[in-house]
């Protein structure tokens, strides 16, 4: 087969984006304005909430949260070991601890068995992480919160609203997925986004929150908070401050700046067009990945069943009986076939600013495992039929090359 040049994840861009962009430029409106609160009320219409903020980042959606409740020094937050940084930093930003959990054995998720055991007094919140776009198991999750009920104590009114370990999750993968029919996003407390270049659905940087509706707080209220805390605290955007006349405006709180732009909800307004078609094709991918590779020595990811559907963001490979020399020779290889793979993720306790922390991979044994094996191959809406066979056949190649078949 002839030799092709693979990316690991290029964005899928096509006219309508770009004519979506340039009527923006246009407009002579390119900051926050009304095509972020379009796609505001679209990205809640299609995930079937009442409110979704849209910022620069899942990591700013992740911290505004955290500082909307209240969670502080002298709190503690559960993250698990196995994730990006982004999902425990936000957590050492607002000075809370981070308590981390290993994962699962032969599993990307946390032991949940641990996580029960370590809930305290101090313990304010949960960060699931839907890992390649696959819905944690929140009914487990919301079953051990439940039963910790007694443990709980607020220390914030919208704590208390709660009364219970508060929910979020990191979502960053999981635009679009399906648990049980209820999209992501109308599964946890607060559900928290990622639009990042190399997402399914990207505004190049970018992300948002919505949140299920709590019954004794507006949802109105939630909505301009976040609102005063990603805008410097102000009490008018500059949508509302730009109308005749309206110059006035207060400063609340001295907060934080991180709005989306409308130039960066006008791609993602054509790509929520153009979603179901992407998360088709994904899946498309996965099946033939899934077909190719049952009989080979390696585990990948349930990515559809009766009870969910992923976003298909990511596929995972584990590599049986391999560790980190081996899986990084046949990455090496892959590379030199022009195909670019990568590592999903390095656990948190590996990296310096967490050793500093005082974290040691030692004690996260399943997250090693995890790791030490792990491979994830290409997977986006723009490769070919041809390239997902070209992929298959380097991966099988370099497999047999490195005796793991």
């Not at 399906?178 to 990207?202: E, M, P, R, W």
């Not at 500093?356 to 094996?373: K, M, R, T, V, W």
Request: glycine content about 6%.
């Amino acid at each position: 087969m002839e030799s092709r040049t693979i990316p690991f994840s290029p964005p899928d861009i096509s006219e309508a984006e770009i004519a979506e962009v340039a009527e923006a430029l246009r407009s002579g409106w390119i900051t926050t304005g009304p095509k972020t609160k379009e796609f505001e009320r679209q990205i809640s219409a299609y995930v079937g909430t009442e409110k979704t903020v849209c910022l620069n980042s899942a990591t700013a959606a992740m911290e505004l949260t955290l500082r909307l409740l209240g969670i502080g020094p002298g709190d503690e937050v559960i993250v698990p070991a196995y994730t990006y940084t982004a999902s425990c930093s936000v957590i050492c930003h607002v000075g809370a601890t981070p308590v981390m959990i290993d994962c699962a054995k032969d599993s990307f998720e946390m032991d949940y068995e641990q996580m029960a055991k370590r809930i305290n007094e101090k313990t304010k919140m949960i960060i699931p992480v839907d890992l390649a776009g696959i819905v944690c198991d929140y009914r487990k999750i919301f079953q051990i919160v439940e039963d910790k009920r007694a443990l709980f104590h607020a220390n914030h009114a919208l704590q208390a609203a709660f009364n219970r370990i508060i929910v979020m999750a990191d979502c960053a993968h999981g635009f679009g997925a399906i648990q049980s029919d209820v999209k992501a996003g109308n599964i946890a407390d607060f559900t928290c986004y990622s639009f990042h270049a190399v997402k399914n659905l990207t505004t190049a940087e970018g992300g948002a929150v919505t949140w299920k509706t709590i019954p004794t707080v507006s949802n109105d209220f939630i909505y301009q908070q976040f609102q005063l805390l990603s805008l410097h605290g102000q009490t008018k955007d500059a949508l509302h401050k730009n109308q005749l006349g309206a110059w006035e405006y207060d400063i609340v709180a001295p907060a934080y700046k991180c709005n989306m732009t409308d130039i960066m909800a006008a791609i993602g307004l054509k790509q929520l067009e153009r979603y179901e078609d992407l998360l088709k094709r994904r899946h498309k991918i996965i099946q033939m990945y899934d077909t190719a590779l049952k009989d080979l020595p390696v585990k990948v990811l349930t990515h559809s069943s009766n009870h969910h559907r992923s976003s298909g963001h990511l596929y995972f490979v584990r590599i049986e009986g391999i560790g980190e020399e081996t899986r990084n020779e046949i990455i090496t290889s892959m590379a030199e076939a022009g195909i670019a793979c990568n590592v999903h993720y390095k656990p948190l306790p590996m990296l310096t600013a967490y050793k500093n922390l005082g974290f040691s991979i030692a004690d996260f044994p399943n997250a090693y495992h995890q790791y030490e094996n792990e491979i994830t191959l290409p997977l986006y809406s723009k490769l070919s039929d041809e390239d997902v066979a070209y992929i298959l056949q380097c991966f099988k190649e370099s497999l047999e090359k490195h005796q793991c078949c």
